[in-house]
């Protein structure tokens, strides 16, 4: 049988396509490894603090490489072609809803908060998925020590693990050669959402049967979300049950995540990044609470590991909870929009009893005390 010419010729093409070629990524043990000849004087995000004090009506030089983040993040619908130097209706309303997003005035208007905010590094995944915001911002609630309001979100239909795949198995592209320090840090990464669920992590030689495959990649690598050099975005992940996750190879990493001393610019602690990106990989989007590990963006020198309330809530809503996990989450009620699942109802109605009846157990048992010298 004779192929068509067209398909011998495609052949080479589609083997390029789906082989991008790997990067030899950049690992330091601690930020005083990495040269200065890598340290940047700034970051690629840094010229838009040209912008601050632009608003609609207004033009300006550095508009349409915003516009282009703000369509990249979600902010702008996949469909907005106008990159002029313009500020038009459809920027004013993307700025808004970032600024809702990042707990913000949410003015329209491009003020030095918002600047701040933007110039961050952070998760290439987007904010916002087929045009609904899935951050959920607001406010927590006035009994705020008490109730606290759920910001964590999920994938479009929720995609997550069927629950014949509770013990996943992960791989390292082999071509990175990753060290056993840099695989220790994915380890303690993978734990951090064991913990809560019933979830395991096992780390497999074989890439391609692996549900979880880790890989550095450098700029355009065939998944048409190029990565960037240093800073700007870190990493991306895809929705279950994908399990691809990707991180910048040209990044700084850094494997002990001290910072207390300060750090240069390009610094990015690899487990913070590393802890984010399991989460995308288990389904949860971002989310707008700051100390959230799913909030998308992270400063260079910040270390961020421990899931936050928000966070833990989000994934037992996916996968219910560690029966040994006995951490603080059920403490919280979550409120407004966000329905919990049976599994997180159950425990936070089982621990409102529990409460209920040992404060009614003391009382009872004072009555009894007062009745009885009385
Ligand atoms: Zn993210
Ligand atoms: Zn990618």
């Known amino acids: 049988m004779r192929l ?6 495609s052949i080479p093409l589609l083997i390029i396509l789906i082989n991008p070629t790997p990067t030899s990524a950049h690992f330091f043990p601690n930020i005083t ?8 004087n700034t970051t690629i995000w840094a ?12 033009k300006a030089d550095g508009l349409p490489k915003l516009k282009e983040y703000f369509q990249y993040f979600g902010y702008l619908n996949t469909s907005y072609s106008d990159f002029s130097d313009e500020f038009d209706d459809s920027l004013e ?15 329209g208007q491009i003020d030095a908060e918002t600047i701040k905010r933007i110039v961050v590094p952070r998760c290439g995944n987007p904010d916002i998925v087929n045009g609904t915001s899935a951050m959920h911002p607001g406010k ?37 050669q990753l060290s056993d320090v840099v695989k220790t840090v994915f380890s303690r990464a993978f734990e951090r959402w064991s913990e809560v669920t019933t979830l395991t992590f096992t780390e497999i030689s074989s890439f391609n049967r692996a549900d979880i495959r880790i890989g550095f990649f450098s700029r355009e690598h065939g998944d048409g979300e190029p990565f960037d050099g240093v800073l700007g975005t870190l990493a991306h992940a895809f929705s279950p049950p994908t399990g691809r996750c990707h991180f910048d190879g040209e990044e700084n990493w850094v494997i002990d995540g001290d910072f207390l001393n300060g750090a240069p ?50 994934i037992q809503e996916l ?3 560690n029966p040994n996990y006995n951490g ?3 403490s919280l009620t979550p409120t407004g929009e966000r329905e919990t699942s049976g599994a997180s109802r159950v425990d936070y109605w089982l621990w409102e009893r529990g409460v209920l009846l040992v404060v009614g157990f003391i009382n009872l048992s004072i009555i009894i005390h007062l009745d009885f010298f009385t």
């Open 4 to 9: 068509p010419l067209r398909l011998i010729f």
């Open 33 to 40: 490894a990495i040269p200065s000849s890598l340290i940047p």
């Open 47 to 58: 010229a838009f603090s040209n912008l601050v004090g632009c608003k609609k009506g207004q």
């Open 93 to 107: 309303i993307a700025v808004k809803t970032y600024q809702l997003n990042f707990n913000l005035n949410a003015t």
């Open 140 to 176: 927590p609630s006035a009994n705020s020590t008490i109730h606290t309001v759920a910001h964590y979100s999920f994938f479009p239909n929720r995609p997550r693990w069927p629950p014949s795949k509770s013990q996943l198995t992960y791989a390292f592209l082999p071509e990175n």
């Open 265 to 314: 610019l390009s610094a990015v602690d690899l487990e913070s990044v590393a802890v984010h990106e399991i989460g995308h990989i288990l389904g949860l989007g971002h989310s707008s609470v700051e100390e959230a590990i799913m909030y998308p963006s992270i400063s260079s020198g910040t270390r961020k590991v421990e899931l936050a309330d928000d966070d833990i809530m989000g």
């Open 319 to 321: 996968y219910g909870s």
């Open 328 to 330: 603080s989450v059920s």
